[in-house]
């Protein structure tokens, strides 16, 4: 490893009127220039252990502190957080919540100023901060008018201005779309290679931090549970599904295979795991796998509308004449990239939205007349941000809320608050404060909620943001037993990866227009429209086309694969 | 409870050691521009002078027992004096005695609990706030000629304030805000915003009655009114103190060390 810029010793941490520690006896060393990916389920730790490399834990939040935290020489304990941002820029999960300015020079300036930095100086960091980012030309844009890819990278730059030897970034890609998720990542990996800026980067996408990171660290209940290369952390398959962590597909799929490299090893980034693929010439399965057809749902649309039109007050035209029919039982996925539409067009469903022009229409009525607390009892919406839906004291008090203001009876609202709960796996937090819970319980806060009014539809919007894999899985469960009861279900995700055995229709928009509208196995391997949209299809995709291409006399689309799992299977043999 | 870690274990102190009386400068400025912003959200008409009051007049006290008699004094006061200006509507005759009633709000409420050094607190503030009252009710008899019984009612407010503050139901309703109970907490947040609001009330009623000397005519008509204002005030502190203080308990955010919740 290189010479240590930042040095975790022994350090254990309980935030105030916490049980547990947030992290236990943990030891870590981030090399100058290094690359570290910190990866753990939702709890292990790593927000925590994100804010202690500035000192805002446990300056700010108080409680008990072990063990010495130390950057570039400095105590985190004994420097100010000041002191420390000279040393340690933060990137945090939300664009939003980290930018304070009217303008992009000032959101950069903003720092530099509290330093007190000369003018002339200033300007000369602003401009290499944000030719850094490749913001260059946007200075006097305001930061409310950048896309969410854009955005983060502000504030990278307002973080990197400050010329910070370790930038940490506290899994920064979680709110994007897959576009602005891949400028950030490109972003941070150029300032680690040409800047030689030591990075530290917490997140889910394992894909990603294949690619890039050098190191991972894998932290479980506050303890590092195992560290090393990502070829050496992503192959052990096992360990991390014992830690509800995803590896990347390409490495699922090799090691349902039984190895792939020549040494022996799983590859875990899409380059090998398509040249191991080269080596399995001959091993795959001569016939392409029997799967069944596309399911078809011949009840009059519970869902529809037909040209309809949003363009919103500031010009945007959002939907440009959009028809479509979601039947009840369905189970949707609608994809495209941030500003797609697909948000604009749910809301019209539950009239929250005025259509400029079209009709929608929710159980054959037209939704534009009819309020929105009428078509709430028929369509549930789970926002993107669970902490926006909650407002009352108690987990219980939220969920009566909505069935109070509809006028049940009170043991009625009683029955449903204990099913919805209970379903849920949240009747023993049911005194609690909504905040109080971590952020995949309050989410099926806002689930059971929605539930007690016994929808016939539930749409989920970007369900899976901020959750970790086993959280993600768990919210789409719930969606598969919704299912299962006859109710329609519509979600919109970017995650594109985790809909195989859920979803069975996707809709693919783009520009505010749908692009595509077909069941999800030929959906996903419309690589062309997926791309026009800015979409990431899974890499078992990918995997199952260039499966398809070593497949004697079989067309690109003969082998309709969709995860990890199918790919495995049509692979004879392997060479484990 | 996890086990012990192996750890040294450290002094932990607030961010960047900027506080003012244990309250981080940070929290203060925040619950100045909530104070501020509450400015422009007018409550009820000011029947003496015209224009009316703002809503934030309900949140003082809870600012008081967030950030400790100091830092309360310090964000109610400067957000009350901003807010007078962003929205002059609520601003009152006089923005600095606006400005002045909500620190002297603050400032009460965050001394109501009986902390180590300031046991005793309560004792110089009552000895204020009684002689702002007599000020007024002697102007009122004896220099302005309103009859005893009517400025005793006009004050009705002011002086069951001075007598929630002196006596131990002072303690009592900080035991309430500090304890588990819903239900007490918000009686305590109700019954100590009535307290705290009276109090403030007659800071700014005081200077004002020597400046505007209302006649009896005026202040029968306000009888009814003041209280049920008042009661208002304590409804406000309590529907938003509840909800903050369970809030803040439930994530565990740094207290401030005067604080009472």
Redesign the interface.
Known sequence: MSEPLAVVDNVSYQYPHAERFALTDLSLTVGRGEFVGLIGPTGAGKTTLCLAFNGIVPQFYGGRFFGYVRVAGLDTLESPVSALARHVGQVLQDPEIQLIATSVENEVAFALENIGLPRAQMRERIAWALDAVRLSGTESRHPSELSGGQKQRLAIAAGLAMRPNLLVLDEPTAQLDPVGAQEVFATVHELNRELGIAILLASHAAEELAEYADRLVLLAEGRIVTQGTTDEVYSQVDLLRQHHLRPPQVATTFYLIGGGRPDGRIPVRLDDGLRAFERLNGNLCPQPPDLPPPVSHPDPPLLSVKDLHHTYPDGTQALKGVSLDIHPGEYVLIAGQNGAGKSTLIRHFLHLLEPTAGVVRVGGEDASARPTSALARRVGYVAQNPDSQLFSRTVGEEVAFALHHLGYAEDEVERRVVENLDALGLLPERERHPFALPKGDRARVVIAAILALEPEAVIFDEPTTGQDYQGAHHILEISRRLHQMGKTIVVITHHLYLMPGYAERVIVMGRGTILLDAPIRQAFHDLETLGATYLTPPQAVILAQALARHAPGSGADAYPLLTPEEVAACVVGGEG | ??TE?????????????VSIDGAPVTYIVVLAAVAAALAFVPFSTLLAFGGSFPISQGVFPLIGWLLGPVGGALASGVGRFAGAFLAPLTGGPIPLISAWSAAVGGFAAGAMAPREGRRWWWVPLTGLFLALWLALVARAVLVNGVALGIVLMYTLVNWSSILLFALPTRTLFVRWIEGDN?GLLSLGLFLGTWTIAGLSHLAASSPYYFIYNLPAEVMIPLFPIIPMENAFRGLIGAVIG??VI??L???????PTQATY
Not at chain 2, 5 to 17: D, F, H, K, Q
């Open positions: 409870m996890s870690p192996t750890g040294i274990e450290r002094e932990v102190r607030p961010l960047s050691r819903l509840a909800g369970t809030g308990r439930a994530i565990g955010l740094v207290k």
